[in-house]
T-cell receptor
Framework: ELKVEQNPLFLSMQEGKNYTIYCNYSTTSDRLYWYRQDPGKSLESLFVLLSNGAVKQEGRLMASLDTKARLSTLHITAAVHDLSATYFCAAHSGGGADGLTFGKGTHLIIQP | KAGVTQTPRYLIKTRGQQVTLSCSPISGHRSVSWYQQTPGQGLQFLFEYFSETQRNKGNFPGRFSGRQFSNSRSEMNVSTLELGDSALYLC?????????????FGSGTRLTVV
């Protein structure tokens, strides 16, 4: 059974700082996804990572995937208040198995 | 390009009733999957449909069911509602079931059971 663990679950940081959210998963997965959720809203797709070594960047966010370590990271550079949200990673084990398995989410607060 | 449309946005139902939620995927997308989000359990997979066939189902009781129509629109039904069914129900649309194209989520239906 695929399990996904995120850490930290809660992060309060100051504007301008850098930080990384970690996402570990328990069994082989070659598809890893990052989503953002604002309070009361749906999930917004940030990144789709499909192969070992994949790195994608959008603005101040950069995501990477290491399938050998079963680890994905979401790095935030020079955080701004607008990035405050809950970030989820999700893994898909492929082969038509049970949809996406989500981590518990990282609640990120960025203080001015 | 229209996104994933879920209706209704909000629902209040009484215990024991049943409810039907609807999801229209992005045009051309043939896979629709459903998720339940609660504060306690987080995001959990309910089921996935592709070409009108249920491909897999998460660990939910038989009160939760769904179907997909020939135009890829999907409905999910919850019968004999319980208080614990109160949740945000999210539908996700994808081109196929490989996961390679990512999943786009709808705005969700917030169900409250009283």
């Amino acid at each position: 059974e695929l399990k996904v663990e995120q850490n930290p679950l809660f992060l309060s940081m100051q504007e301008g700082k850098n930080y990384t959210i970690y996402c570990n998963y328990s069994t082989t997965s070659d598809r890893l996804y990052w989503y953002r959720q604002d309070p009361g809203k749906s999930l917004e797709s940030l990144f789709v990572l499909l192969s070992n070594g994949a790195v994608k960047q959008e603005g101040r966010l950069m995501a990477s995937l290491d399938t050998k370590a079963r680890l994905s990271t979401l790095h935030i550079t020079a955080a701004v208040h607008d990035l405050s949200a809950t970030y989820f990673c999700a893994a898909h084990s492929g082969g038509g198995a049970d949809g996406l398995t989500f981590g518990k989410g990282t609640h990120l607060i960025i203080q001015p | 390009k229209a996104g994933v449309t879920q209706t209704p946005r909000y629902l209040i139902k009484t215990r024991g009733q049943q409810v039907t939620l609807s999801c229209s995927p992005i045009s051309g997308h043939r896979s629709v999957s459903w998720y339940q989000q609660t504060p306690g359990q987080g995001l959990q997979f309910l089921f996935e449909y592709f070409s009108e066939t249920q491909r897999n189902k998460g660990n939910f009781p038989g009160r939760f069911s769904g179907r997909q129509f020939s135009n890829s629109r999907s409905e999910m039904n919850v019968s004999t509602l319980e208080l614990g069914d109160s949740a945000l129900y999210l539908c996700a649309s994808s081109l196929d079931v490989s996961g390679g194209y990512g999943y786009t989520f709808g705005s969700g239906t917030r169900l409250t059971v009283v």
